[in-house]
């Protein structure tokens, strides 16, 4: 086994190898494989076709030496997937947070501000962008 691996090490040396975009191209052709087989005619060809485009896709990106543009290519997926997760984990604590503290939106920079639920009219400093904002807060 040891010959093989090394053998495979050695082609692939230089060829960008796999990534996020990779992984979820690879999903994405195993999803659509799947759902083939729940259709006839014209459409299962077509979803043939679109499978077979993709692991085409998946392939050359992961034996290309233009390492650099892969990197560019896979970049905005990260930063998608980035901005999911983000939105996310602030839903997660919105809910986990919501009798102690409130959530606004800083009216300057955008910085989600986590303020803690006291009643009344107050002043908040953004720690990003150091603008006031009037909080008011009713429960």
């Known amino acids: ?39 006839d005619g014209i459409i299962a060809i077509i979803l043939f076709f679109v499978s077979l485009l993709l692991i085409a896709i998946v392939i050359f990106r992961m034996m290309s030496k233009n390492i650099a543009k892969r990197r560019r290519e896979n970049a905005p997926f990260i930063r998608l997937g980035a901005k999911i997760k983000n939105a996310r984990d602030l839903s997660r604590n919105k809910k986990r947070d919501r009798k102690t503290h409130v959530y606004r939106k800083c009216p300057k920079c955008k910085a989600v501000l986590r303020l803690p639920r006291v009643k009344g009219k107050h002043t908040a400093t953004c720690p990003k962008c150091k603008n006031k904002l009037k909080v008011s807060i009713k429960r």
């Open 1 to 39: 086994m040891g010959k093989i691996s090394n053998k495979l090490a050695a082609f692939m040396y230089g060829r960008y190898g796999t990534d996020a975009l990779n992984v979820m191209l690879t999903v994405l052709y195993l999803v659509i494989a799947i759902a083939q087989s729940f259709f």
